[in-house]
């Protein structure tokens, strides 16, 4: 893996946030608890590890342990400007902004490429886009 992955520390939502996203983008999850990992440092079914397999988007998430700060998102956002056909990208807006807050709308930009920021229900912010003729 040659790329970053985000890795997104949560308030107790990890394996909540993680289900979500695998079903938003057609995936599964694989999620491993502090007992399995022999932690002490949380609760024993919080998960020490988690992450999205087989699907178009990489993402690791935890529970925030104990004396861990958990997500708070400032100055960031994670972008999926063209990672995927234009009707599925913009499925993928709507999900993402249920129970969640649009930021900015999906819509035409004047450069003619469409875009649109949402920041989830847990926190996360995402730009979304594509270019090409299909309005949102």
Do not use: K
């Not at 997104?8 to 289900?19: K, V």
């Not at 609760?43 to 958990?70: I, K």
């Amino acid at each position: 893996m040659s790329e970053p992955t985000p890795y997104i520390h949560l308030p107790g939502t990890a394996r909540e946030a993680l289900t979500f996203y695998a079903d938003v983008f057609g995936c599964s999850v694989r999620l491993f608890t502090y007992a399995q990992f022999g932690r002490t440092d949380g609760p024993a079914d919080a998960v020490a590890h988690g992450d999205l397999v087989g699907g178009p988007v990489v993402l690791f998430a935890a529970d925030s342990a104990n004396d861990e700060a958990s997500l708070h998102c400032e100055g960031i956002m994670l972008a999926l400007l063209g990672t995927a056909p234009p009707s599925v990208l913009s499925a993928w807006f709507a999900r993402l902004a249920e129970g969640g807050r649009v930021i900015d709308n999906l819509q035409v930009r004047p450069w003619g490429a469409s875009d649109g920021q949402v920041i989830d229900r847990f926190g996360v912010r995402w730009l979304i886009g594509f270019e090409g003729d299909s309005a949102p």
